[in-house]
C-alpha cells in the first residue's frame, strides 16, 4: 500500500539458522521497503557471537535485546518491554526462531502484543527429562493454547513448515487428491526416509545448546518435526476417500544418543581420527557416562496406521535419522552448526494409492565436503490401463548442479521464503498455526512413545484425528 509504514519485526533468536536464513532475508526485504528489521533477541550468553554477526551486516535492527538465560515468561517480557520508548507501538510481527522451548514464551508475548507471528517448527518443545511422556503431551496443549489465543487477539500464526509450500509436495499432493477423489481409493501406504547426517562427537551430545539431546528430545523435535507433518499433510487427501480415517496407531523404534555412543566404539574413532587427536578429547564427559539421564533419539522410526473402525487405511513408516552418511570429517564442532557441520541430507517418500499409482519422491544428496550435490526428482507410475495417462512420467524438479552450494538447498529456501511471504500477507491457508493440531498430536505421541520405550516400557499408543475429540490420546 503506497505510504503504509514498513512492518516492523522482531527476530526472536540469531542462532545458526537465523543468522544463514532470516537475518540475510529480512535484509532484503528491507532492502525493498517491505519491513524494517526492528529488534533482534537472544540470550546474553551469546553476546559475543551476536555482536559479531551484527557487525559484519549491512543493515542494523532498531536495537538488541539479550535476555538473561534463566530468563522466565514475566523477566522476558520486562526485558523486552521495559527499557522500549517504543513499547505502546508494539511491532507488526515476530519470527520466532529460538531454540525450540523457548517458542511458547516468545510466541505467547507476540501474540498478547497484538503481533503476528512466523513460527518456526517444531510449535513448541519441553524440557523431558523430570516427567517424560506427559510432558510431551503437553505440546499439544501449547499448540491449542497458541492457537485459541491467537484466534482471541485476531492475529495470524503462520508455522514455518516449507514441504507445504515446496512445490515437489505441492505438485504430488495434487496428483494423489485428484486420484483420491475420483476413485475414492485412499492412499494405502506412505513411506518417508530422511536422512541429514548430523554426526555428533559424544561430548556434544553433553555440551550442545543447539539442536539438543541432553533434555531428552532429539531429532523428532529436531527435523522430524517436518516429515510428520508431510504424512500428516500428505494424507490429508484421505478425506476424499470413501472410509476416511478416524484414528492413527503408532509404534516407535528409537536410538538414543547413549546408543549412538555404543555402536561408534573409542578404537573407531581412533582408527578414523588418528590415536593422538582423538585422545585429545575422549575423556570428555559423553552419555555414556551418564547413563541414568534421559537422552534424545539420534534416530527413530515411526510405524503409523491410519485406521476406519477396525480397517488399516494407510500403512506408513517413517525412518527419520541423523546416524547416516555425514560429510563431517573433523573433531572439533564449527561455528556454523546448521551447513557447517558436514550435514547431508538423504530424502526419499514413496506412496502407494493401491492398484493404481505409486509416486517416488527422490532426493539424495553427495557427501563432498564444502557442500554436496543432490537433485531432486518425482516420478509417477500410473496404471495407465485403468485410469489413463503416461504409465510413466518423470519431473526433475533440480538438477544435482543447480544445488552445488550448500548453503543454498534452494527448493527448501524458496518455499520457506514463500510461507514468510505468507506471514506478511496475514495469509494462514496452508501453514496456519491451527492446521497443524493433527501433527502435533502425532508428533507428541511419537515423542512419548520414544521416552516410554526408553524406559523399558511401551512405544505404542493411539491418537484420535477428530480435532474436537479432547481425550486424544491412549498409550497402549
Ligand atoms: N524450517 C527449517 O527447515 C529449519 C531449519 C533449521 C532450524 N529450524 C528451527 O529454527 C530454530 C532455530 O534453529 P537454530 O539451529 O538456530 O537453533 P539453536 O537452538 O541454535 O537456537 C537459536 C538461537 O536461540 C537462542 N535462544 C535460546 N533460548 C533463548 C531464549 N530463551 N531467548 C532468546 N534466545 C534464545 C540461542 O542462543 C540461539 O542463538 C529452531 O526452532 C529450529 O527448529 C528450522
Known amino acids: 500500500m503506497p505510504g503504509a509504514p514498513a512492518k516492523r519485526i522482531v527476530l526472536a533468536g540469531l542462532g545458526p539458522y537465523s543468522r544463514t536464513m532470516y537475518y540475510p532475508l529480512l535484509e532484503r526485504y528491507q532492502s525493498a521497503g517491505r519491513l524494517t528489521i526492528d529488534t533482534v533477541v537472544d540470550l546474553e550468553s551469546q553476546r559475543d557471537i551476536v555482536e559479531k554477526y ?9 536495537r538488541v535485546v539479550l535476555v538473561p538465560d534463566a530468563a522466565d515468561s514475566s523477566t522476558l517480557t520486562d526485558a523486552l518491554d521495559g527499557a522500549d520508548p517504543l513499547r505502546e507501538t508494539p511491532a507488526w510481527g515476530c519470527i520466532v526462531a529460538t531454540e525450540p522451548r523457548a517458542h511458547r514464551a516468545y510466541a505467547e508475548w507476540a501474540v498478547r502484543r497484538g503481533m ?13 527429562r523430570e516427567e517424560g511422556p506427559e510432558e510431551a503431551l503437553r505440546m499439544v496443549e501449547d499448540q491449542l493454547f497458541l492457537a485459541e489465543l491467537a484466534e482471541k487477539n485476531g492475529v495470524t500464526v503462520v508455522v514455518q513448515a516449507q514441504r507445504r509450500a515446496h512445490p515437489a509436495y505441492l505438485m504430488v499432493k495434487e496428483i494423489l487428491a485428484e486420484v483420491v477423489g475420483e476413485y475414492g481409493i485412499p492412499v494405502t501406504y506412505l513411506d518417508i526416509h530422511h536422512s541429514d547426517g548430523t554426526w555428533n562427537m559424544p561430548w556434544e551430545f553433553v555440551s550442545r545448546d543447539g539442536h539438543p539431546y541432553k533434555y531428552g528430545y532429539g531429532k523428532l523435535l529436531h527435523s522430524g518435526y517436518h516429515f510428520v507433518d508431510l504424512f500428516c ?12 480415517p478416524d484414528r492413527l496407531g503408532l509404534d516407535v523404534s528409537a536410538v538414543d544418543a547413549r546408543g549412538v555412543d555404543a555402536q561408534l566404539t573409542d578404537a573407531a574413532y581412533a582408527r578414523l581420527f588418528g590415536r593422538e587427536r582423538w585422545g585429545r578429547f575422549s575423556g570428555l564427559p559423553r552419555p555414556a557416562s551418564v547413563p541414568e539421564q534421559l537422552w534424545g533419539e539420534t534416530d527413530v522410526v515411526l510405524l503409523a496406521r491410519l485406521m476406519h473402525g477396525p480397517d488399516v487405511v494407510t500403512t506408513a513408516v517413517l525412518t527419520l535419522l541423523q ?15 546448521y551447513k557447517g557441520n558436514g550435514r547431508v541430507r538423504h530424502e526419499r517418500v514413496t506412496l502407494q494409492v493401491g492398484p493404481l499409482m505409486t509416486i517416488r519422491v527422490d532426493s539424495c544428496q553427495d557427501a563432498r565436503p564444502g557442500g554436496g550435490r543432490s537433485p531432486f526428482d518425482v516420478v509417477v507410475y ?3 490401463g ?17 544445488a552445488s ?9 524458496r518455499a520457506r521464503e514463500e510461507l514468510f511471504r505468507d506471514f506478511l500477507a496475514l495469509d494462514g491457508r496452508r501453514s496456519g498455526l491451527a492446521l497443524h493440531g493433527t501433527t502435533v498430536r502425532v508428533l507428541a505421541a511419537a515423542v512419548a512413545g520414544v521416552v516410554r520405550a526408553a524406559r523399558g516400557g511401551s512405544g505404542r499408543s493411539v491418537v484420535a484425528l477428530d480435532p474436537s475429540v479432547r481425550e486424544w490420546h491412549r498409550a497402549e
Open 54 to 62: 551484527l557487525a559484519g551486516r549491512s543493515l542494523q535492527p532498531r
Open 116 to 128: 503476528h507471528v512466523l513460527l518456526e517448527k517444531p510449535v513448541t518443545a519441553r524440557d523431558l
Open 233 to 244: 499433510w500428505l494424507t490429508e487427501v484421505n478425506r476424499g476417500c470413501a472410509r476416511p
Open 323 to 337: 546416524s547416516s552418511l555425514s560429510a563431517r570429517s573433523g573433531l572439533e564442532l564449527p561455528e556454523d552448526t
Open 382 to 384: 500410473r496404471n495407465r
Open 386 to 402: 485403468l485410469i489413463g495417462g503416461e504409465a510413466v512420467s518423470r519431473v526433475r524438479m533440480r538438477t544435482p548442479d543447480a
Open 405 to 413: 552450494d550448500a548453503a543454498s538447498d534452494s527448493l527448501n529456501n
